[in-house]
């Protein structure tokens, strides 16, 4: 092999590395604001109307308000096709999809139930 097409191949391997990054990043955002329009349940735990942040690690989705974890609950994703706009999805008062703008990726909620921590601004009247 000559010395010029062994440097080719690692210039190819190169870019390949430097690449990576670009077409291994999620589909979805890792943060997103979101608001409840109207008390739901995501897996057992009661959220009331409000803004939320969503953040989403490997395989798992807090919602946090005012900075503080309120819920938190597994997911998976799932192909879906691309929507015009963010949207949840709910199953009579539970929340068990989000879609994202855009995205053929959307958060499908896996368990139905939510480890939380308690909160009085969490739950709603029971």
Not at 59 to 76: G, L
Request: net charge neutral; proline share 7%; no cysteine.
């Amino acid at each position: 092999m000559s010395g010029r097409t062994l440097n080719r191949e690692h210039a190819i391997v190169a870019d390949l590395t430097l690449a990576l990054p670009l077409w291994a990043k999620p589909l979805i955002p890792l943060t997103k604001s979101n608001e409840l329009h109207s008390p739901a349940r995501v897996g057992n735990t009661g959220l009331l109307a409000g803004q939320y942040e969503l953040i989403m690690d490997d395989k798992t989705a807090r919602f946090e308000k005012d900075k503080k974890v309120v819920a938190e609950i597994p997911y998976q994703l799932i192909r879906i096709t691309k929507p015009p706009m963010d949207a949840m999805v709910f199953h009579k008062e539970e929340l068990t999809e989000i879609v994202f703008a855009g995205q053929s990726m959307a958060l499908e909620f896996t368990d139905g139930s939510a480890s939380v921590s308690p909160s009085p601004s969490s739950f709603g009247n029971r």
